[in-house]
């Protein structure tokens, strides 16, 4: 069974910067689109950034865009959330999600992470 493992959440002061990262738990065959997701206490989950599989393509929302950079290193099958110049209201449990094809024979499945906790406050 495929896990995404999340590390890298935190306190961060206002201004700071954290950096999140998300890596498969086992060798996998084919990682396609990666993305971040981001929950805030009694709002629903949003899509903060997501790139394709090369890495060629990335988006961002508005509320984030300028501040967080994501990447990936495919050959460790992780994807990273560089979060600088962070705001009160980034606090929020992010989520990381890859569509992944475990093996030549499976088909792609969307697997997501546990979640880690990123609090700013001073």
């Known amino acids: 069974q495929v896990q995404l493992v999340e590390s890298g959440g935190g306190l961060a002061q206002p201004g700071g910067s954290l950096r999140l990262s998300c890596a498969a738990s086992?060798?996998?065959?084919?990682?396609?689109?990666m993305r971040w997701y981001r929950q805030a206490p009694g709002k629903e989950r949003v899509l903060v950034a997501i790139?394709?599989?090369?890495?060629?393509?990335?988006n961002y929302a508005d509320s984030v865009k300028g501040r967080f950079t994501i990447s990936r290193d495919n050959a460790k099958n992780t994807v990273y959330l560089q979060m600088n110049s962070l705001k009160p209201e980034d606090t929020a449990v992010y989520y990381c999600?890859?569509?992944?094809?475990?093996?030549?024979?499976?088909?792609?499945?969307?697997?997501w992470g546990q979640g880690t906790q990123v609090t700013v406050s001073a």
């Open positions: 086992r060798s996998i065959y084919s990682i396609g689109t």
């Open positions: 790139i394709t599989r090369t890495g060629g393509t990335t």
């Open positions: 999600s890859a569509d992944i094809q475990a093996a030549v024979a499976q088909s792609v499945t969307t697997y």
